[in-house]
């Protein structure tokens, strides 16, 4: 099992940075990777991006490819997101994701450890 509990979201502005942090904990110490996903309202859950936990191998959403990134604190088991040039349309529900696995997947349904989720809103 792999408790994920993230911190950082919140209200900004358009072209406000914004970093989300989530640290887990459990069965760190196995292969496995993390990610994130948001849910807009009235959306499907939305891939950001992952991290290979192992060699910090990183993939994104086309949406947020160079303007967010993902990093990880292997000291702390922390993954962060920073979000630079946010935009109204990234206004949702932030979720921290693992699995264990060193397979970087798109696939919502193939991470089976979820964190509470984070409200991000972008004002205009």
């Known amino acids: 099992q792999v408790q994920l509990v993230e911190s950082g979201g919140g209200l900004v502005q358009a072209g406000d940075s914004l970093k989300l942090s989530c640290a887990a904990s459990g069965r760190t110490s196995s292969p496995y990777s993390m990610g994130w996903f948001r849910r807009a309202p009235g959306q499907e859950r939305e891939f950001v991006g992952a991290?290979?936990?192992?060699?910090?191998?990183?993939n994104y959403a086309d949406s947020v490819k160079g303007r967010f990134t993902i990093s990880r604190d292997a000291a702390k088991n922390t993954v962060y997101l920073q979000m630079n040039s946010l935009k109204p349309e990234d206004t949702a529900v932030y979720y921290c994701?693992?699995?264990?696995?060193?397979?970087?997947?798109?696939?919502?349904?193939?991470?089976?450890?979820w964190g509470q989720g984070a409200q991000v809103t972008v004002s205009s």
């Open positions: 994701v693992a699995r264990l696995s060193t397979i970087l997947t798109v696939r919502p349904d193939s991470y089976p450890y």
């Open positions: 991290i290979r936990w192992s060699d910090g191998r990183t």
